[in-house]
């Protein structure tokens, strides 16, 4: 089993750029996440969803889209990318929404 | 407002002693906690949960106890043993799948 895949593992984007942030499991759960981590802080929750066709806001939501329409995929989208948004990203998975398995992350810097 | 603090940056432990890590949170309203550990470049690993209905779960090394009074938990690690080393992360959720994050103890064990 791979577990939570995350791609691309780093990217660089400029400032009104849009991309999306690709996120994978193959354990069959139902909650997914996206959480955000920057220095100092600890993770923050942007979005997550508890099935497939159903997300809710976390923490920190605002300049990001989330859709979940299988339950492999959670992508994660960047609609008009801000310095603000320079950081690491983590997905994580989970059959209940408790124990979380985390994919190994996306360092993202936007210029 | 910081919800779930962990105010203690840094922890340094001789190897084969007990590691304690604090975690203290605000919102009465918590009743699901988590521990993970993390190394770098990696995702956080899960290592221990507590509901409030206890106040002590072990598992192996690891231990967590919660005083729901204080508002406090913790994680005892005995032995430390130097694979340990890495940032720790309590987590908290009052049944609402928005994990709140602290913001991590870095642990060192000395060999």
């Known amino acids: 089993n791979a577990g939570v895949t995350q791609t691309p593992k780093f990217q660089v984007l400029k400032t009104g750029q849009s991309m999306t942030l690709q996120c994978a499991q193959d354990?069959?759960?139902?909650?997914m996440s996206w959480y955000r981590q920057d220095p100092g802080m600890g993770l923050r929750l942007i979005h997550y969803s508890v099935g497939a066709g159903i997300t809710d806001q976390g923490e920190v939501p605002n300049g990001y889209n989330v859709s979940r329409s299988t339950t492999e995929d959670f992508p994660l989208r960047l609609l008009s990318a801000a310095p603000s948004q320079t950081s690491v990203y983590f997905c994580a998975s989970s059959p209940t929404g408790e124990a979380q398995h985390f994919g190994d992350g996306t360092r993202l810097s936007i210029l | 407002d910081q919800q779930v603090k962990q105010n203690s940056p840094s922890l340094s432990v001789q190897e084969g002693r007990i590691s304690i890590l604090n975690c203290d949170y605000t919102n009465s309203m918590f009743d699901y906690f988590l521990w993970y550990k993390k190394y770098p470049a990696e995702g956080p690993t899960f290592l221990i949960s507590i509901s409030s209905i206890k106040d002590k779960n072990e598992d192996g090394r690891f231990t967590v106890f919660l005083n729901k009074s204080a508002k406090h938990l913790s994680l005892h690690i005995v032995p430390s043993q130097p694979g340990d080393s890495a940032v720790y992360f309590c987590?908290?959720?009052?049944?609402?799948?928005?994990?709140?994050f602290g913001t991590g103890t870095r642990l060192k064990v000395l060999a």
């Open positions: 354990m069959n759960h139902e909650y």
């Open positions: 987590a908290a959720d009052s049944g609402t799948y928005k994990y709140i």
